[in-house]
């Protein structure tokens, strides 16, 4: 197809040659109108055809890659690593981002607004209006699977990148400049001159017509390089853009042509409503005036339509009185997109767990699981368990290393985030009243902010306490005060508890130190033991990972250190 185009091309500027040359140019003129509507239709096709080819690899890539996770032989996903926050209340400890995060395994994004949206999900919690309204929508997305798909290859085939998505944004903020009433008349005027000169040429014939066609396409060249700095200021600079803004219209065509049931996606589609009129005409708009203003840099074609008709400087003004009307508009609309992307990741989790629950929310200081387990751990080794925050608020959880208490505590924390979400969660039942979470789990020295290991986790409990002082909060502490002795780290740790308890928070606190565990007695209406067991079969360390109420009562260093005679 570029062949024949470019043969199109020469055919078209022949006909022109041989028109100027002869008398009579009829059949020239035939010519070069044929072979100019030839040369759009193969340009549209040419298009359409190279689009076709990317959703179908696209989608191809898609079901690869959702088998490739789904057998767990790879992640072949964004991994989310540029949204990690270390002093983020939860992201950093709970392993929310980065590799083998939570992020990666449900990360189904494909552009800038949706990868960011997905991320804003998981790092901050939805009121519990919105988690009922979110839960509402990714349960119907998640039957769409075929849709959903085609919304992913969408996206994928547009590239869309953080600098192409600021690009447009930072475009849509500049002044436009309109032409003048003067420029508006001359622009029209001249190439209605410059056609009826032709025409008198080819019809009368003789040496004024021709003059004064020649005269009038070189004028209408020279108003063209007036403006072609402008036009150039314009068209953003990289063809990239102009891809990524026509996927844009696609995808939001997309959202708006499909019935949906509940009240979010309904009410993201009226978003996209203006001057009764769609976003996705509205993008597609700029997408073709971005399009035409970027035949530009084709020197030969440049030449020719400005030269007849003035072509970029009517593209530019079109471009221009776009900005104004709906500049305003496109980032909301482009939020839109990264709302459908994001839900349509986790709806995608739904999909692939569908024996996940969608909690119950309340608002009686209560969060129950039943059958928790950690959502990224492979069905065949994850071992669940029933959690209930309801009288006693706090737990105090015993076990030996390896036992399972920090792996139950991030269960906890991952499945707190996923309701905040709206997502479904890794139990068979949940009631959970959402809050904000705060957790000290991974900690570490600091060389650039110079500081030690003990005095980052002291910095981290102030921001817990902190939290806590004004609002009812979910905490997770995992072996805290590691950086001191022992008795120091007990006496502090049992004043942590009381401090936290006193400040009415839910949550739960791992330790190695069983005296911790007397706390409870003073408390027994606010503090319960729980923990993890280790047993000895058959001269081996085993665990079963199942939460039982008290103390634990095995150890495992000492046995582990001598059966590999360290000691």
Known sequence: ???????????????????????????????????????????????????????????????????????????????????????????????????????????????????????????????????????????????????????????????????????????????????????????????ILTVISLLAYVFIGGDIPRLSFAFLFLINLGILGQHYRQIKDEILGESQINKSIQKYSQLLYLFENQSFQSAKLKDLQNRLLSENESASLHIAKLSRLFQQMDSVHNPMGAIIFNGMSLYHVHTLRGLQEWKVTYAPMINDWLEVVGEVEAMNSLANFAFNNPTYAYPKLNTKEEIMFSDLGHPMLPDDVRVCNDVVFADQ??????????????????????NMVLASAGAPVCATSANIHPLDIYVSMRLSDSLSDNESYFFAEVKRLKEVMDAAENKLTFILLDEILRGTNSDDKRQGTVEVIKKLISKNVIGAIATHDLKVCDTTAEYPTQLINKNFEVEIQDGELVFDYKLRNGVCKNKSATYIMKKMEII
Not at 4 to 31: C, D, H, K, N, P
Not at 124 to 151: F, G, Y
């Open 393 to 414: 608020k706090f737990i105090i959880l015993t076990g030996s290393n390896m036992s399972g208490k920090s792996t139950f505590l991030r269960s906890l924390g991952i």
């Open 1 to 191: 197809m570029s062949t024949i185009r470019i043969i199109l091309v020469v055919i078209f500027l022949l006909s022109l040659y041989f028109m100027i040359r002869s008398e009579g140019a009829t059949q020239w003129i035939v010519i070069a109108i044929t072979s100019a509507i030839a040369f759009f239709i193969l340009i549209n096709r040419h298009m359409r055809l190279a689009q076709e080819m990317r959703i179908n690899k696209a989608l191809a890539d898609i079901n690869q890659n959702e088998h490739d996770y789904l057998e767990r032989t790879s992640i072949p996903f964004a991994d989310g690593k540029k949204h990690i926050q270390p002093k983020h209340p939860y992201t950093y400890d709970l392993d929310i981002f980065g590799d083998h995060s939570l992020f990666h395994r449900l990360n189904r994004t494909a552009t800038y607004v949706g990868s960011r949206r997905l991320a804003h999900y998981l790092s901050n919690r939805l009121s519990n209006e919105d988690i009922i309204a979110q839960q509402e929508a990714v349960q119907e997305l998640s039957n769409k699977m075929e849709w959903r798909q085609e919304v992913l290859a969408l996206a994928m085939a547009s590239d869309d990148t953080n600098d192409t998505y600021n690009t447009l944004i930072n475009w849509t903020k500049t002044a436009a400049k309109p032409h003048s009433s003067l420029m508006k008349i001359i622009s029209y005027l001249f190439p």
